[in-house]
Nanobody
Framework: VQLVESGGGSVQAGGSLTLSCVAS????????MAWFRQAPGKQREGVAS????????YYADSVKGRFTISQDNVKGMVFLHMNSMEPEDTGMYYC???????????????????WGQGTQVTVS
């Protein structure tokens, strides 16, 4: 599975960005897609994930009400719509894929086998 992110950039606090991730072999191996982020000097954290079969999303508390994860099963893509962005949202954002994502590990990085190269998001 190859994952390619796009859509990162710089935005003012309070602004919005939408990240995109396209996954190869989407239909066969990626039952669960997620977004993670990593700020300099910090551990990678799960931001949002979605069980693609049923479209069930999971969110980190820090982004609930501001970020929305969505999917396009036909195109094999997942999106992260980020609103009311804060400087604390700054970091490298990674798309990840897994064959399974039970709720308790939906935002755990160890659960994901496939990762993209990341796209930088900077909020000032």
């Amino acid at each position: 599975v190859q994952l390619v992110e796009s859509g990162g950039g710089s935005v003012q606090a309070g602004g919005s960005l939408t990240l995109s991730c396209v996954a190869s072999e989407y239909a066969y191996t990626s039952n669960c897609m997620a977004w993670f982020r990593q700020a300099p000097g910090k551990q990678r954290e799960g931001v949002a994930s979605i069980y693609t079969g049923a479209g069930v999303p999971y969110y980190a508390d820090s982004v609930k009400g501001r970020f929305t994860i969505s999917q396009d099963n036909v195109k094999g893509m997942v999106f992260l719509h980020m609103n009311s962005m804060e400087p604390e949202d700054t970091g490298m954002y990674y798309c990840a894929a897994s064959a399974t994502c039970p709720p308790m590990v939906a935002l755990a990085s160890w659960n994901y086998k496939f990762w993209g190269q990341g796209t930088q998001v900077t909020v000032s």
